[in-house]
C-alpha cells in the first residue's frame, strides 16, 4: 500500500490528506463521488448516475490498458476526491492529456484538488508523459478556473451555450497547460 501513496500532508483543518493511485478497491469510491457530482448539476454535463458494475470495471481497465492516470484524495480513509489524466486518442496528440477532477462537496475549498493538480503535474514532469494538458469546465465555475489559472493552466477558448443545463445555458471554457514545447519524439 505504500508504494501507492505519492504524497501526504496536512489540510487546513489539521486532517491528513493523502494523495495515492487509484486502485481496483477504489472503483466504487470513485463512481459514487462522480454520481453525487452528477446530482449537483453544477460541474458536469451528464445527467445519468453510472451504477453498471460492467460499466465501472471497463473503466478501469480501460486506464489502465492506456496508461492513463488515476489518483485519489483520501481523508480518514475515505477517498473524497479523484484527478484523472487521459490519453487523447489520436495518433498526432498522443502527447497531450485530457485532466478531470471531481472533489466531493464538503472536501471542497481545502485545497484538495490543488494539491491533486499539482502532484499530477508532477508526475507529468518527473516520467516525461505528456507535453501539454487540457481540461474544459463551465464558464460560472469561478474559483476552479482560478485555481486552474494559479497553477499554469492557460484559458484558450470557449464554446458558447456548450450546454443547457435546469433552463440556463453554459459556456464551456477551454484551458491547457503546456509543460514542454520541444517536439515529441
Known amino acids: 500500500m505504500k508504494s ?5 500532508t496536512k489540510l487546513q483543518n489539521g486532517k491528513e490528506l493523502i494523495i495515492r493511485r487509484g486502485l481496483r478497491k477504489d472503483i466504487d469510491a470513485v463512481w459514487d463521488i462522480f454520481n453525487i457530482i452528477i446530482k449537483e448539476r453544477k460541474y ?3 445527467f445519468t448516475p453510472v451504477k453498471s458494475e460492467f460499466e465501472k470495471q471497463s473503466w478501469y481497465l480501460r486506464m489502465r490498458e492506456q496508461q492513463n492516470i488515476l ?9 473524497v ?27 471542497r475549498n481545502m485545497g484538495i484538488g490543488t494539491k491533486l493538480i499539482q502532484r499530477s503535474i508532477e508526475i507529468v514532469q518527473e516520467k516525461n508523459l505528456f507535453k501539454k494538458i487540457c481540461l474544459t469546465c463551465f464558464h460560472d465555475n469561478f ?13 484558450v477558448g470557449r464554446k458558447k451555450k456548450q450546454f443547457f443545463i435546469d433552463g440556463r445555458w453554459l459556456d464551456e471554457i477551454i484551458l491547457e497547460n503546456i509543460l514542454d514545447e520541444t517536439p515529441p519524439e
Open 44 to 46: 458536469l454535463p451528464v
Open 81 to 107: 476526491g479523484q484527478l484523472t489524466l487521459e490519453h487523447i486518442d489520436w495518433d498526432a496528440s498522443s502527447h497531450v492529456a485530457e485532466l478531470g477532477i471531481i472533489i466531493l462537496p464538503r472536501y
Open 143 to 155: 474559483h476552479a478556473i482560478s485555481v486552474y489559472k494559479k497553477l499554469g493552466f492557460e484559458e
Open 71 to 79: 489518483l485519489v484524495a483520501v481523508v480518514d480513509n475515505k477517498v
Open 4 to 8: 501507492h501513496i505519492l504524497m501526504s
